[in-house]
């Protein structure tokens, strides 16, 4: 069987004028997971495939920063959140996903 998780990575970024000689800036990155299980069939060489299961969100995780200063640049907004999670994104959704794959594998895939 093989698992495959897919991250994705979703930035947004908030410009507010919430006091009128203030700018305040809001960035935050949400990361979706999703898994897939498939397995293959037939002999040791054989190419086929069978999908055992699908999970469309097995969860989110969320990092966000606001600062007084405004910012324009995509990679450096990207960049500053990155820096805010304080791990590396592979580590991060190890650790925070660890339970549900581990629950999916023995409610649906166990014998």
Not at 12 to 25: E, L, N, P, Q
Not at 40 to 51: L, R
Not at 89 to 111: C, D, F, H, S
């Amino acid at each position: 069987m093989v698992f495959a998780c897919t991250l994705d990575p979703q930035l947004k970024a908030i410009h507010d004028t919430f006091m009128k000689d203030k700018i305040t800036f809001k960035a935050d990155l949400n990361f979706i997971c999703s898994l897939i299980v498939t397995e293959f069939i037939g002999a040791p060489t054989s190419t086929k495939q069978d999908i055992v299961t699908q999970i469309q969100n097995l969860g989110n995780f969320t990092t966000s920063f606001s600062q007084d200063e405004d910012m324009n640049d995509v990679k450096q907004i990207y960049n500053k959140l990155l820096e805010k999670l304080n791990t590396p994104i592979l580590e991060k959704m190890k650790t925070e996903r660890v339970q549900g794959v581990k629950k999916l594998v023995e409610k649906k895939l166990a014998p």
